[in-house]
């Protein structure tokens, strides 16, 4: 190995930042708690996740790798940096004043928040197969926690174990894949693994089980149907702002590994698993958004539609190459637009024993005119329509897909789009179209406001103006 330089150090100075907030969050919390600790440990998450952003743009990634090659230190792993740090801090500013009202522990809960932004960096920085695998576990075993902290509640308990359990296999899945191709390609690093298949293969028994058994790996992490099924009731059953916080922040890490992973090291080898990523994509686009059509929760609407928003981009996936940019813009907008839908519903779901059913948004845009307005721009943009975020989103990547052959996959994909038109704008409906049923006051803490006005703005300046960030993810993308 050679010896580190200045330029090893650098480049993974973001994570190192996130990685020393969390332990001084955990001695912060050890020395003195109650209501002190209230504040200013999401102050100091705050600060340290802006610190790691800073850094990010600071020593923002020019191509190649570090560490012998096994981390990534380019623009694509720089952008995401960011971008994980502005999901971390936005979920950090819905958390203090939900965790006060379901009497949740603060200083573990910010700290495994921290742990999981850190294994989100590593992930999306990875070279090398082993490396992106102790990403990927640091941040389950994180989400393991937080999915279960909310310890009085049952669902949340259920929730902890049915992800802890269903997590562990699908890393197992993951693991048997890594072996098979290392002991196909002889190295677990991408550029490795890209330059085997590039100088010509034939596809024996290994090769195809690896290919396989990485591509089921992926697909529990992503939710893709059929390996689903463990999506819904964890997201229902964790506390809130975790949920909005897995819908976005991990989703994304495990989207940008895929691009690497399959979209480039397995590329040559694409005839292997092509046929296999379109069945996937069909199927999570449509499963996600009929089930969705279904459900009387919106918390679990909201889980079933990230399904089929899963499913969106892995048609730029199939897409190839041409496709990356689209992904990278699709995935920044849908982190903000969900985020900021899930921060709503946690308000209204103010009462310690409401529910999350659509029921409870009756009449809420006229008593609380921002509450109602930010929602209408978040569920738009999930919608997708102009001059939303999200309507751009999904131009470009279905557009991608076209533009390379896979029309039909882009025409399935439309079509699924007018079914999520029906429950976004149900909502919609039931918020300025319906009175409210009894007392519908509640408070809006000022961090949410905050946050909810800067996820809107986002949402809508990426919208308006959105060749100006699809340009910054195409100069990015591998």
Known sequence: MNPLSTTDYLAVLPETLVVLTAVLVI????????????????????????????????????????????????????????????????????????????????????????TAVFGMIVMVSAANLLVFFLGLETMSISLYVLAALQRADVKSAEAGMKYL?????????????????????????????????????????MLVAGVALLLVGFAFKVAAVPFHFWSPDVYDGSPATVTAFMTTGPKAAAFVALI??????????????TDALTWLAILTMTVGNVVALRQSSVKRMLAYSSIAHA????????????????????????????????????????????????????????????????????LLSLTGVPPTAGFFGKLYVFSAAIGSGHVGLAIVALLNSAVGAYYYLRIITLMYMNKPD?????????????????????????????????????????
């Open 311 to 378: 499913g969106y981009l892995l048609v730029g996936i199939v897409a190839g190459r041409t496709a990356f940019a689209a992904i990278g813009y699709y995935l920044i907008a849908y982190a903000l637009m969900n985020l900021g839908a899930f921060a709503v519903i946690i308000l209204i779901n103010r009462k310690e024993n409401a529910g999350y059913g659509f029921d409870e948004f009756r009449g809420i845009g006229l008593e609380h005119p921002l509450l109602g307005v930010t929602m209408v721009v978040f």
């Open 260 to 273: 690497r992973v399959f979209g480039v090291a397995l590329q040559p080898a694409s005839s292997l698993w």
């Open 438 to 478: 009894g007392d519908v006051s509640f408070t809006e803490p000022a961090s949410y406001r905050y946050a909810l006005v800067i996820s809107c703005v986002l949402v809508l300046l990426i919208g308006i103006f959105p060749e100006q960030l699809l340009r910054l993810v195409t100069l990015s993308a591998p």
């Open 165 to 205: 359990i269903l997590g562990s296999f699908s890393s197992a899945f993951f693991l048997y894949g890594v072996a098979l191709m290392y002991a196909t390609v002889g190295s677990v690093d991408y550029e490795a693994i890209g330059a085997f298949l590039a100088a010509g293969y034939q596809p024996n028994l």
């Open 27 to 114: 001695v912060l919390d050890s020395a003195k708690r109650g209501r002190w600790a209230t504040w200013v440990l999401p102050a100091w998450s705050c600060l340290g996740l802006t610190a790691s952003a800073v850094a990010a743009i600071a020593v923002w990634g020019k191509g190649g790798t570090v560490f012998s090659g096994t981390v990534f230190a380019d623009g694509f792993s720089s952008l995401f940096k960011v971008l994980f740090a502005v999901i971390g801090i936005l979920t950090v500013m819905f958390s203090p004043y939900y965790l006060r009202f379901k009497s949740m522990r603060l200083g573990e809960y910010y700290a495994l928040l921290l």
